[in-house]
Nanobody, 114 residues
Framework: VQLQASGGGLVQTGGSLRLTCEFT????????MDWYRQAPGKQRELVAS???????NYADFVKGRFTISRYAYLNTIYLQMNSLNSEDTAVYYC?????????WGQGTQVTVSS
């Protein structure tokens, strides 16, 4: 099983990015796909989740700005990020539940400049 996150980059405050997570391998037992982020010196935090039934959940700090979606039964998930600010600067990762895939992938860097 592999996860590959991409789509990060440098964007100005107020800008947008769309992240993509490609999943390859067995999907057995995987019900949820998550986006996480980790800023320098901080712990990794959950950003958004989507279930196989397309139910979504968001951390309070991204509600109304980020949208998680999926294509082809969790093979590919997206994170549309709008109204970005400096606090969104982090490495973004995707992973699965209930079984978290280890080790974590490299993630994709998002940098928001003022």
């Amino acid at each position: 099983v592999q996860l590959q996150a991409s789509g990060g980059g440098l964007v100005q405050t107020g800008g947008s990015l769309r992240l993509t997570c490609e999943f390859t391998g067995s999907r057995f037992g995987i019900n949820i796909m998550d986006w996480y982020r980790q800023a320098p010196g901080k712990q990794r935090e959950l950003v958004a989740s989507i279930t196989s039934g397309r139910n979504t959940n968001y951390a309070d700090f991204v509600k109304g700005r980020f949208t998680i979606s999926r294509y082809a039964y969790l093979n590919t998930i997206y994170l549309q990020m709008n109204s970005l600010n400096s606090e969104d600067t982090a490495v973004y990762y995707c992973n699965t539940r209930p079984n978290v895939i280890l080790p974590w992938g490299q993630g994709t860097q998002v940098t928001v400049s003022s």
